[in-house]
T-cell receptor, first 114, second 114 residues
Framework: AQKVTQAQTEISVVEKEDVTLDCVYE???????LFWYKQPPSGELVFLIR??????QNEISGRYSWNFQKSTSSFNFTITASQVVDSAVYFC???????????FGAGTRLFVKA | DADVTQTPRNRITKTGKRIMLECSQT?????MYWYRQDPGLGLRLIYY???????NKGEISDGYSVSRQAQAKFSLSLESAIPNQTALYFC?????????????FGEGSRLTVL
């Protein structure tokens, strides 16, 4: 069975601090996809990134970076120089081969204080 | 206008009542999903559908039913609502021809069962 664990329920940082959100997954599929979504206080869900299981290259997009390590089944998300607008709930998700079914972790609520 | 529209956005009802949440999309996607979000539990998959003739149970389908009336419409029903079905419900779509597994969400329907 597939499972996504986000052990950090809430994180609070001060603006400009770096913060890493952890994600650990379980799957028996050899091909799968990992995602991060953001849910700001307004409630909508926003897609941030997708990574397939064959691509372990880390990715950087502005202040956001993602570290995918198959050996530890982890897909961690780092925000550099956090800003108040980064305050949100962040969900890690796992999709099976073909993207038929996506399951989500419980989410990590990030508070960034000015 | 939103590409994925959910109605109603908010609903308060009483135990035992039948409730329908509707979802329509203008994205032309073939796949549609219903998730519920509860604090501390993330998003859990209720039902998903890959086309009009295809309906699949998700992680937590008990107490729910769905109907895919057309490619663009996917409704979720609670035949006899109970208080522990109080939650935020999201409809989502994806396109098997696009970025595999990427979900596009509606704005959510907040349901309260008294």
């Amino acid at each position: 069975a597939q499972k996504v664990t986000q052990a950090q329920t809430e994180i609070s940082v001060v603006e400009k601090e770096d913060v890493t959100l952890d994600c650990v997954y379980e799957t028996r599929d050899t091909t799968y996809y990992l995602f991060w979504y953001k849910q700001p206080p307004s409630g909508e869900l926003v897609f941030l990134i997708r990574r397939n299981s064959f691509d372990e290259q880390n990715e950087i997009s502005g202040r956001y970076s993602w570290n995918f390590q198959k050996s530890t089944s982890s897909f961690n998300f780092t925000i550099t120089a956090s800003q108040v607008v980064d305050s949100a709930v962040y969900f890690c998700a796992l999709s099976d081969t073909g993207g038929f079914k996506t399951i989500f972790g419980a989410g990590t609520r990030l508070f960034v204080k000015a | 206008d939103a590409d994925v529209t959910q109605t109603p956005r908010n609903r308060i009802t009483k135990t035992g009542k039948r409730i329908m949440l509707e979802c329509s999309q203008t994205k032309g996607h073939d796949r549609m999903y219903w998730y519920r979000q509860d604090p501390g539990l993330g998003l859990r998959l209720i039902y998903y559908s890959f086309d009009v003739k295809d309906i699949n149970k998700g992680e937590i389908s008990d107490g729910y039913s769905v109907s895919r009336q057309a490619q663009a419409k996917f409704s979720l029903s609670l035949e006899s609502a109970i208080p522990n079905q109080t939650a935020l419900y999201f409809c989502a779509t994806s396109d098997h021809r696009g970025t595999i597994g990427e979900l596009f969400f509606g704005e959510g329907s907040r349901l309260t069962v008294l």
